[in-house]
């Protein structure tokens, strides 16, 4: 977004003062909320001082900016921080490489800042700064303490900069090996911020808008700008309590910007030019879509769908203003459940899966939530073929001590699969035994579940269910001593369905009732 | 001949090679698979048009998704995302149909699993493989750029004329490791849109629960622009499929599924494998089974050496035996009226499927209008399907016309006839000919004034006619050849149960070496003069009674060919020390407590292995001594030679015990023998058990030494018990 950001006057200032005069070799950042902003602000930042020529300094500023994830070697760690000082540089035609070891990386550092001063009458200084520090820690964990020290290894005038989700003695290596840097804690944004730098955002966006090929590019018409600041009030108004990261928040209010304002650009006749609405269409649009952002957040935020889809399946009705307020229907199509507005038929969940396999998933969520010593009071028969369930209902006995987790909340229980196709048997000899084509060779009560559970297809669709991770495999794959253990990764929810359509009485089979 | 002695190989291949070189070529069996071949490669062909039919919307619109990722972003996002397409429920069949035709300006770049252990060669893997996909442009400064930066992406897109975009396809998204995903979708993020990065990912796992939700953090997410798509699958495929593949009047079948294999196909896709590449084997397995076991279904496809190769005789002969006796005998008579038969069976069958067709047509109607004519399980196509093949849909045509009857509203009345003529409209002329009659009696309806059409006369008249239509194919000549008829689905082929087979095959090892007897008729049967003079007008129960004899002298003829076999095996089977030795250490286990210790169970198992080498012992003496005998005298030789099983017990026992006696003062050297007999018994011991640990037969248990523990407990038939009881 190439528009300044409001809140973070006292950061910037910091930070430009420190890089334009005595910087201090090793500086940590740290940004726990919304550290893309902070970058980009940083970036600003340096742009601003290396390029501007305004600034009375004798100096000459290079700046690499690099993304520890991106880094995982140290061989990409070199060339990146390299490659960037050097693109700054006009010096083309370098042919060594300065990346197989810390020392012919600092060479390198040397051979580049020497080679900037021949060329510059002002004072050289290098900037690094590096996004995600802490992902340092996982790859190239080694390079810490040199990154950290390469103000003195490299004796050059250079500052390096951490940028990171978590705090410096998270990451620090041990025995004080690392000096201590200078640290700048970023402030989380306020609401009126936010809400400024959201709206000053909207001249640069209707632009933008305006020359893509997007079939939104009209809902950012110029007119709408004072709009689109009570817009982003209602948004921030709604969302602020749960979400402080602005970039969130921005996402939030692209996906329903183009229903907003679609009542009102239908309304207005195409040839007009101005589309500014009357203080009461204003209000009574705020009030019509204010629930629909709750619906907008929940599925948005966790990214069960994405904007644009969001965005195309809520689109309001285009006579919804016209509509009396007792008429009036909140315009949310659908209530911001799972996969809404993606391209998926009703049928395509998990009860599209095979019959078989469904009695699998629902063996599984029993085996793992019964203890194992409650089977045969759940699944054995007496010989007078009456089922004998004598559950226990666990009685809390509500003095002593913590009271026990239900085994529902404490997660699934590893079983062997031998105990999960005893109790697909037992689960088939209650509940499928009507669907099953004729078989008159079976005589004895039972063989045809006998011969049914130890079939291949069973063990395919065992093996087809741990590839979905519908199943978890729990013991190594290349052990064949001993029967493989697996835990069941459906909820109880799902489970419940899943029963629900087989007919069977998952809540009688369950050892502690929910 | 590979050296089976060198220690250094794990396994050997010994190719086939016929007992001798002047093994005749069965040129049946040649004609009939060369009928199975042609045949199913038609229907194979029919079932890949109608699945790319299912297919055809979702690939286009994962296609259009392709195009526009980069076009159609949402204006005001904070920041670009990475377009993710997600494709669930896939199967090969539909990831080909989707990678058959890319989209163009597209570079593809495949992902497995196995390609990305760890970060940097996974991104070393998708690099490379654009950079491969373009190889004029990727003379590439090696130095430069590591194999695995991204940078050299980069650096290789801008040195493109062109701008593609880069296609990663993703295949078995579960299998990737997460936290190496995790790295790789974010340092494609940081690139885009110069870099137009698209993901297109297949996952096996139905679209909910999401497995791309629940594995992956909301930091990864919120980078991704996820579009989910899914392959069509369930109940509503098979319908799908079905109807359009098999039971469409105007398509041109050469076998015709009969109801049996289509319950079994149904029952395995609905309860084991809905995935269509399992349907495909299932009708396959069908189209064998058929080949395989019905002997006239060469005939499908006649050679066309049918009539002048004498090889063909015996399959002419049998066509004959099957048709009335006052058929001439003439080879080109036959195929005349093989052909003839065979015309009578497609137009029937043409009718039929019509028939089908009508009746789905109505049913359709009447569920879209809001109706709910049938329960709600025989409104699948494939029971309405199996019923109508059954001939048990009467009630269903009565309850759909009943319907029609009712029907008022004249608009409504209007669509349905619309309908019915859209059905006709589009047979093949050949059939629409036939139909003449019906396809008039509706366009005059439809070219009636609303409101003077007759619903109830309409109604009657439909019933009547569509039940004309469905008549069971059975009935007509011949039918065996061109329908699978009530022919059970080999479901034991495609779903066996590993428990039973394991536990037959070590109990009862011999019945898996028995030969399988083949449906061609190997032998000329008798001429056909020496029959009894056919009555002159054989009436259809004679004509039975006929065939029946007929079947049973092939039969005779057949199994006097196995006997010998079956002899043979049931001479080995008398006794459990000719038996292999895991069988043996099986039965052995069988008679066990729960516990087994391995010192009882290797005396048990050396107690019939002892039986067995005293047999062998006796064998060879009877042998060596009867060509003894045969040199000295000739009269003896056939009573001692005649059986050494069980005839004459008491005598001839006492007899044989002497001889070994003899024998082994004879050998003299007894004691080395049984020294290197206890070794060998060891060896196999140990071999018997491992195998059957191997099966899985063993559990080890720490808890007591020298013991196994059982694990399975199996009743065996009764007969197997008093056999062992004998022992």
């Known amino acids: 977004m190439d528009t300044s950001i409001f809140g973070y006057e006292d950061f910037v200032q910091e930070l430009s003062t420190l890089i334009l005069t005595y910087p201090p070799p090793f500086v940590y950042i740290y940004d726990p909320i919304a550290l893309r902003t902070t970058i980009s602000v940083i970036n600003k930042i340096i742009t601003d001082t290396s390029g501007d020529d305004e600034i009375p300094s004798n100096l000459d500023i290079s700046f690499a900016n690099i993304d520890a994830a991106t880094c995982f070697s140290q061989r990409l760690l070199f060339d990146t921080i390299l490659g960037s000082l050097l693109d700054l540089g006009s010096d083309e035609d370098v042919t060594e490489r300065w990346n197989d070891s810390w020392d012919s990386f600092i060479h390198g550092l040397r051979y580049l800042h020497s080679k900037k001063r021949e060329n510059s009458t002002r004072d050289v200084r290098f900037v690094i700064s590096i996004e995600q520090a802490h992902r340092l820690k996982e790859k190239v964990s080694e390079s810490i303490i040199p990154l950290s020290r390469l103000n003195e290894l490299s004796q050059i005038d250079i500052t390096i900069i951490f940028i990171s989700q978590t705090q410096w003695q998270d990451m620090k290596p041990i025995l004080g090996a690392s000096p201590e840097p200078y640290y700048i804690d970023v402030k989380p944004l306020i609401k009126s911020d936010i809400i400024k730098t959201l709206s000053s955002r909207f001249v640069f966006i209707s632009q933008q808008a305006l020359t893509s090929s997007s079939k939104y590019a009209l809902c950012y018409d110029p007119s709408l700008n004072q709009l689109y600041t009570h817009y982003i009030t209602m948004i921030c108004d709604v969302c602020f309590p749960f979400i402080h990261d602005i970039d969130e928040l921005a996402y939030i209010a692209a996906a329903r910007w183009p229903g907003f304002v679609k009542p009102i650009l239908s309304s207005s006749p195409p040839d007009s030019d101005t589309v500014f609405p009357s203080e009461d269409t204003r209000l009574r649009l705020i009030?019509?879509?204010?629930?629909?952002?709750?619906?907008?957040?929940?599925?948005?935020?966790?990214?069960?769908t994405n904007a644009a889809d969001w965005a195309a399946a809520n689109e309001?009705?285009?006579?919804?203003?016209?509509?009396?307020?007792?008429?009036?229907?909140?315009?949310?199509?659908?209530?911001?459940?799972?996969?809404?507005?993606?391209?998926?038929?009703?049928?395509?969940?998990?009860?599209?899966?095979?019959?078989?396999?469904?009695?699998?998933?629902v063996a599984s969520y029993i085996a793992s939530t019964n203890p194992p010593k409650s089977d045969l009071r759940m699944f054995g028969r007496g010989l007078d073929e009456k089922k004998r369930r004598r559950?226990?209902?666990?009685?809390?006995?509500?003095?002593?001590?913590?009271?026990?987790?239900?085994?529902?909340?404490?997660?699934?229980?590893?079983?062997?699969?031998?105990?999960?196709?005893?109790?697909?048997?037992?689960?088939?000899?209650?509940?499928?035994?009507?669907?099953?084509?004729?078989?008159?060779?079976?005589?004895?009560?039972?063989?045809?579940?006998?011969?049914?559970?130890?079939?291949?297809a069973i063990s395919s669709a065992v093996m087809e269910l741990a590839s979905m991770?519908?199943?978890?495999?729990?013991?190594?794959?290349?052990?064949?001593?001993?029967?493989?253990?697996?835990k069941s990764a459906i909820s109880q929810d799902t489970a419940l369905a899943l029963a629900k359509q087989l007919d069977i009485p998952l809540n009688d089979l369950l050892w502690e009732t929910p | 001949m590979p050296n089976l002695d060198d220690p250094s190989q794990t396994s050997f291949y010994i190719p086939y090679a016929p007992e001798s070189e002047s093994e005749p070529e069965n040129k049946l069996q040649e004609a009939c698979i060369a009928a199975y071949k042609t045949s199913w490669t038609k229907c194979l062909h029919r079932l890949k048009t109608s699945i790319a039919d299912l297919y055809r919307p979702t690939v286009s619109s994962i296609a259009h998704s392709i195009q526009t990722a980069y076009d159609d972003a949402l204006p005001g996002l904070p920041y670009p995302e990475l377009p993710f397409i997600a494709v669930h429920n896939v199967s090969a069949l539909f990831i080909n149909a989707v990678l058959a035709q890319p989209p163009g300006g597209v570079i593809l770049s495949h992902l497995y699993p196995s390609d990305a252990p760890n970060i940097a060669t996974g991104m070393k893997n998708l690099i490379s493989g654009f950079l491969e996909s373009?190889?004029?442009?990727?003379?590439?400064?090696?130095?430069r750029h590591a194999a695995h930066d991204i940078s050299l992406l980069s650096w290789w897109y801008t040195s493109l004329q062109s701008e593609p975009r880069l296609l990663v396809v993703m295949h078995d998204l579960e299998q990737f490791d997460s936290s190496v995903m995790q790295d790789l979708l974010y340092i494609c993020s940081t690139r885009i849109p110069q870099l137009p990065l698209i993901f297109l990912v297949f996952l096996a796992s139905p679209p909910t629960p999401s497995f791309i939700q629940s594995t992956y953090p909301r930091t990864t997410l919120s980078r991704l622009r996820v579009q989910s798509f899914s392959v069509q699958t369930g109940r509503a495929v098979l319908d799908?499929?079905?109807?359009?593949?098999?039971?469409?009047?105007?398509?041109?079948?050469?076998?015709?599924?009969?109801?049996?294999a289509l319950a079994g196909i149904v029952d395995h896709y609905t309860r084991h494998d809905s995935s269509l590449d399992a349907l495909i084997t299932c009708v396959q397995l069908v189209h064998l089974k058929h080949f395989l076991v019905e002997p006239l279904s060469l005939l499908v496809h006649p050679p066309s050496e049918l009539t002048t190769d004498p090889a063909y005789r015996p399959i002419l002969f049998f066509l004959h035996s099957r048709l009335p006796p006052s058929t001439p005998n003439e080879p080109q008579a036959l195929l005349d009226i093989l052909t003839e038969h065979h015309t009578t069976f497609v137009t029937k069958s043409r009718s039929l499927r019509l028939g089908l067709t009508l009746l789905r047509t109505l049913h359709t109607f009447l569920t879209f209008r809001g109706y709910k004519p049938l329960h709600s399980h025989s409104g699948h196509v494939a029971s309405t399907l199996i019923a109508a093949l059954r001939g048990q849909v009467t009630r269903e045509?009565?309850?759909?016309?009943?319907?029609?009857?009712?029907?008022?509203?004249?608009?409504?009345?209007?669509?349905?006839?619309?309908?019915?003529?859209?059905?006709?409209?589009?047979?093949?002329?050949?059939?629409?000919?036939?139909?003449?009659?019906?396809?008039?009696?509706?366009?005059?309806?439809?070219?009636?004034?609303?409101?003077?059409?007759?619903?109830?006369?309409?109604?009657?008249?439909?019933?009547?006619?569509?039940?004309?239509?469905?008549?069971?194919?059975?009935?007509?000549?011949?039918?065996?050849?061109w329908y699978t008829g009530s022919s059970p689905f080999p479901n034991e082929l495609i779903n066996p149960s590993t428990h039973a087979s394991l536990t037959a095959g070590l109990l009862r090892p011999f019945d898996f070496t028995l030969p399988i007897p083949s449906p061609l008729p190997q032998s000329l049967p008798p001429p056909i003069t020496t029959d009894p003079p056919p009555p002159l007008s054989p009436t259809v129960s004679d004509l039975q009674a006929q065939l029946e004899l007929k079947i049973k002298i092939n039969e005779a003829a057949e199994e006097e060919d196995g006997r010998n076999a079956t002899a043979a095996a049931a001479a080995a089977a008398a006794g459990l020390h000719n038996f292999p030795d895991t069988s043996i250490l099986f039965r052995r286990y069988l008679d066990s407590g729960k516990l087994i210790n391995i010192y009882d169970w290797y005396e048990s198992f050396r107690a019939v292995l002892d039986v067995q080498?005293?047999?062998?012992?006796?064998?060879?003496?009877?042998?060596?001594?009867?060509?003894?005998?045969?040199?000295?005298?000739?009269?003896?030789?056939?009573?001692?030679?005649?059986?050494?099983?069980?005839?004459?017990?008491?005598?001839?026992?006492?007899?044989?015990?002497?001889?070994?006696?003899?024998?082994?003062?004879?050998?003299?050297?007894?004691?080395?023998?049984?020294?290197?007999?206890?070794?060998?018994?060891q060896a196999r011991f140990v071999r018997a058990l491992h195998e059957l640990d191997y099966l899985g037969f063993v559990k080890h248990t720490g808890r007591r030494v020298e013991h196994v523990a059982r694990v399975v407990f199996d009743v065996r038939d009764e007969d197997e018990e008093e056999g062992t009881e004998e022992e």
Not at chain 1, 287 to 304: D, G, I, K, M, Y
Not at chain 1, 472 to 481: C, N
Not at chain 2, 638 to 657: E, F, I, M, N, Y
């Open chain 1, 316 to 361: 309001p009705e285009t006579n919804i203003l016209e509509q009396s307020f007792g008429q009036i229907h909140s315009p949310v199509t659908k209530p911001g459940g799972a996969g809404a507005g993606t391209t998926q038929q009703p049928d395509a969940g998990l009860s599209s899966l095979p019959r078989m396999t469904k009695f699998i998933l």
């Open chain 2, 134 to 143: 373009n190889l004029a442009s990727a003379k590439r400064k090696s130095t």
């Open chain 1, 287 to 304: 009030r019509l879509f204010n629930p629909t952002v709750t619906s907008a957040l929940e599925s948005l935020h966790p990214r069960l």
């Open chain 2, 240 to 260: 799908h499929i079905l109807l359009p593949a098999f039971f469409s009047p105007s398509i041109d079948s050469d076998l015709m599924l009969g109801p049996a």
């Open chain 1, 469 to 486: 991770h519908l199943l978890l495999r729990t013991s190594p794959p290349d052990r064949i001593d001993g029967p493989p253990s697996f």
């Open chain 2, 397 to 481: 045509v009565k309850a759909l016309s009943t319907y029609v009857r009712k029907l008022r509203n004249a608009e409504v009345i209007q669509d349905l006839l619309d309908d019915l003529h859209g059905v006709f409209s589009s047979l093949p002329s050949a059939v629409r000919e036939l139909q003449e009659d019906a396809r008039t009696k509706i366009a005059l309806l439809r070219s009636a004034e609303p409101g003077e059409v007759d619903t109830a006369e309409f109604g009657e008249w439909l019933a009547a006619y569509i039940h004309n239509l469905i008549q069971p194919l059975e009935q007509l000549p011949l039918w065996d050849i």
């Open chain 2, 613 to 681: 080498r005293e047999e062998r012992e006796r064998v060879r003496r009877l042998r060596a001594k009867g060509k003894r005998k045969e040199k000295g005298k000739e009269k003896g030789r056939r009573s001692r030679t005649a059986s050494p099983t069980k005839k004459g017990k008491g005598k001839q026992k006492a007899v044989v015990d002497e001889e070994i006696i003899e024998g082994r003062e004879e050998d003299g050297a007894g004691e080395l023998d049984d020294e290197a007999w206890q070794r060998e018994v």
């Open chain 1, 391 to 456: 559950r226990v209902m666990k009685t809390q006995s509500k003095a002593k001590g913590p009271s026990k987790v239900p085994q529902h909340l404490l997660g699934p229980n590893p079983f062997p699969i031998d105990r999960m196709i005893a109790i697909l048997g037992a689960l088939l000899e209650e509940n499928d035994v009507d669907s099953r084509p004729p078989a008159p060779e079976f005589t004895i009560p039972g063989e045809y579940t006998d011969m049914e559970v130890s079939r291949v």
